[in-house]
């Protein structure tokens, strides 16, 4: 293992029923930086992130073996799935907004770990909000429903919520699939600022925003990895790969 590697996936195999979504695939994900994840529908991006944090568990039929380690230790093993989870931010394709006020739903996750000062609670509240790219635009309606924000302020308040109980890996999942291009550029901004404090798995349906984000990215095809490289590598006019020259300029997907 080489010491700044985060996520380690070894062997990592994972079926629904008889119907096979990753086929053994190895790989090793950096701590810091953005590691993308590109490949047409239905290769096992989100499975492979649902196996970072184990909600692959919840997926009925679901069958996995291999292994996903993080700072050296298998996530499968860990007994405790609770503090794994709250060591990693999961960011979906739509927002998940709880039908709370905006503070609520960045205070959520503090306040179960037992935080209760409010001078305190406020800070994390500000601070996430802040990383997020969020706080100019709501600071004055705080205790305003956060359903009731706009489509790309939500996804904005589900990251702040992600970011609420420090976590030491973020995840996305085609973040930017429902909001406009301007938020999304915010956002991206947002994630590159963050990159230099945690480890960032950015799984995009975008391959330009692989190409804008990614310090590595990997190309996932059929449940295989095809490729994993520099991501200038990977976009640049040799790959060394066919598939990945094709994928990367559009030709299928
Ligand atoms: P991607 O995110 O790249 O689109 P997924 O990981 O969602 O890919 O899916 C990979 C494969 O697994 C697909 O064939 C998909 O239909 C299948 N799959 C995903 N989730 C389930 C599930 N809960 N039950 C059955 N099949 C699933
Ligand atoms: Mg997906």
Redesign the pocket.
């Known amino acids: 293992m080489v010491n700044n590697v985060k996520i380690e996936i070894r062997g990592l195999s994972v079926s629904y029923g008889l119907r096979p979504a990753l086929h053994g695939i190895s790989l090793d994900i950096p701590a810091r930086g953005i590691f993308a994840i590109i490949g047409p ?2 290769s096992g ?3 492979l ?1 649902k196996c970072v944090n184990r909600t692959v568990e919840f997926e009925r039929g679901a069958r996995v073996r291999g292994e996903v380690r993080i700072d050296g230790v298998n996530v499968f093993r860990s007994g405790n799935v609770y503090a794994l989870r709250r060591r990693i931010g999961m960011v979906f ?1 739509l927002p998940v907004g709880l039908p709370l006020s905006v503070y609520d739903n960045v205070a959520y996750a503090p306040r179960m770990a037992g935080l209760r000062d409010r001078r305190a609670l406020d800070d994390v509240v500000e601070r996430c909000l802040r990383q997020a790219a969020l706080w100019e635009e709501v600071k004055d309606r705080l205790t305003s429903l956060g359903t009731l924000l706009s489509g790309g302020q939500q996804q904005r308040l589900t990251i702040a919520r992600a970011l609420s109980h420090d976590p030491e890996i973020l995840c996305l ?2 973040f930017s699939i429902a909001i406009d291009p301007v938020t999304t550029m915010r956002i991206e901004d947002v994630l590159t600022q963050l990159k230099s404090r945690m480890t960032i798995v950015l ?1 995009t ?1 975008l391959v330009q925003q692989a190409r804008r984000l990614g310090d590595l990215t990997c190309f996932l095809n059929r449940g295989e990895v095809v490729q994993v490289d520099r991501t200038a590598m990977i976009f640049s006019d040799r790959p060394g790969n066919q598939l990945t020259y094709d994928y990367t300029r559009g030709i299928f997907g």
């Open positions: 529908a239905n991006k989100s499975t992130l394709p999942d085609e799984v349906n």
